[in-house]
């Protein structure tokens, strides 16, 4: 009897402290007032766009097939190292807005299966 006893104590330790866990990881994800806040996710995510910005400068503009060659930085969101690679981009009016030995920041991401520029800006 005394097993059974404490095979039980041991399965509400585990419920309980599951449950807690779960209630500190909802807890933090909640606003000031203690309610989720779309504008509190609005500004994380505007937030994480910028912070995600990697800064490059421009190779090469290959209008006709739509593409960048940027030598880059660290491209934290796709854990990869600084390089020199070509990459599609989502407008192609973005290629308009750049030449060979521009300086940018931009955002890749995985779209369809290959590297795709979606965010661009070019420094001054």
Same mark, same amino acid.
Request: aromatic fraction near 2%; glycine fraction near 10%; hydrophobic fraction near 45%.
């Given at each position: 009897?005394?097993?059974?006893?404490?095979?039980a104590?041991?399965?509400?330790?585990?419920?309980?402290?599951?449950?807690?866990?779960?209630?500190?990881?909802a807890?933090?994800t909640?606003g000031?007032e203690?309610?989720?806040?779309?504008?509190?996710?609005?500004?994380?995510?505007?937030?994480?766009?910028?912070?995600?910005?990697?800064?490059?400068? $421009? /190779?090469k503009? *290959?209008?006709?097939?739509?593409k960048l060659?940027?030598?880059? @930085?660290? =491209?934290?969101?796709l854990?990869?190292?600084?390089?020199?690679?070509?990459?599609?981009?989502?407008?192609?009016?973005m290629?308009?807005? $750049? /030449?060979?030995? *521009?300086?940018?920041?931009?955002?890749?991401?995985?779209?369809? @299966?290959? =590297?795709?520029?979606?965010?661009?800006?070019?420094?001054?």
């Amino acid at each position: 009897m005394k097993k059974i006893q404490k095979v039980a104590v041991i399965a509400l330790m585990v419920v309980m402290l599951g449950s807690a866990g779960v209630a500190v990881h909802a807890q933090g994800t909640k606003g000031v007032e203690g309610t989720n806040s779309s504008s509190d996710k609005t500004m994380a995510t505007a937030s994480a766009s910028t912070e995600s910005m990697s800064e490059g400068e $421009v /190779k090469k503009v *290959d209008a006709s097939g739509g593409k960048l060659t940027i030598k880059h @930085g660290p =491209l934290a969101n796709l854990d990869m190292g600084a390089m020199t690679m070509v990459f599609r981009v989502k407008d192609p009016e973005m290629l308009t807005q $750049v /030449k060979e030995g *521009d300086k940018i920041k931009f955002i890749a991401e995985k779209v369809n @299966g290959a =590297l795709t520029v979606t965010s661009l800006q070019v420094l001054k």
